[in-house]
């Protein structure tokens, strides 16, 4: 089964940038859809952008819209979320989630903190 | 769209454990659930409504008509205990709160 490994995370000033990647451990990343999920501290689920196999189409939830951009390289079985304009409440735990009929595959994690 | 779940259960262990999770017309929609222990990634548990993912124990159950799905837990047993979200598989991929299951 592919394992996905989420790295990028770190502290960031407000109004700042970030880019999270997620490296799947096998080609069968291409046959799965992905989505980035977040949790703050003590919080609950929150999906936050989804893109496509082909990478052909992408959305995200209006709380990041305009400010995140998921991409994928699938010749490197790679996902991405570049995140701009970060604000306090973006502090989350952020997963890689590989999708087909549900969120089947999760990855480990990466802590993203906006403060200053 | 909203999905609301209690934010706690509690069961006895062998008990039942069922978890409910509400929305307008969410029979409409299918249904996954997710389980997360403290410190752990979450884990798919049921899809489609009621489909277990390989590996998953079949004392995990789903069903989901009119505005509530319900996952339900039977002879619950301690390492159960742990948080179970719902999720609509609509386009918003929207969660539910998370219910709290203890196990005492």
């Known amino acids: 089964e592919v394992q996905l490994l989420e790295s990028g995370g770190g502290l960031v000033q407000p109004g700042g940038s970030l880019r999270l990647s997620c490296a799947a451990s096998?080609?069968?990343?291409?046959?799965?859809?992905m989505n980035w999920v977040r949790q703050g501290p003590g919080k609950g689920l929150e999906w936050v952008s989804g893109?496509?196999?082909?990478?052909?189409?992408?959305n995200y939830a209006d709380s990041v819209k305009g400010r995140f951009t998921i991409s994928r390289d699938n010749a490197k079985n790679t996902l991405y979320l570049q995140m701009t304009s970060l604000r306090a409440e973006d502090t989350a735990v952020y997963y890689c989630?590989?999708?087909?009929?549900?969120?089947?595959?999760w990855g480990q994690g990466t802590m993203v903190t906006v403060s200053s | 769209y909203e999905l609301t779940q209690p934010p706690s259960v509690s069961v006895s262990p062998g008990q039942t454990a069922s978890i409910t999770c509400s929305g307008d017309?969410?029979?409409?929609?299918?249904v996954c659930w997710y389980q997360q222990k403290p410190g752990q990634s979450p884990i798919l548990v049921i899809y489609?409504?009621?489909k277990r993912p390989l590996g998953i124990p079949e004392r995990f159950s789903g069903s989901n008509s009119g505005n509530t799905a319900t996952l339900t837990i039977s002879g619950t047993q301690a390492m159960d205990e742990a948080d179970y979200y719902c999720?609509?598989?609509?386009?918003?991929?929207?969660f539910g709160g998370g219910t709290k299951l203890t196990v005492l």
């Open positions: 989630v590989g999708s087909n009929d549900a969120f089947d595959i």
């Open positions: 893109i496509v196999i082909s990478g052909g189409s992408t």
């Open positions: 489609q409504d009621t």
């Open positions: 096998e080609s069968t990343f291409s046959s799965y859809a």
């Open positions: 017309k969410l029979g409409d929609k299918y």
């Open positions: 999720q609509a598989w609509d386009s918003s991929r929207v």
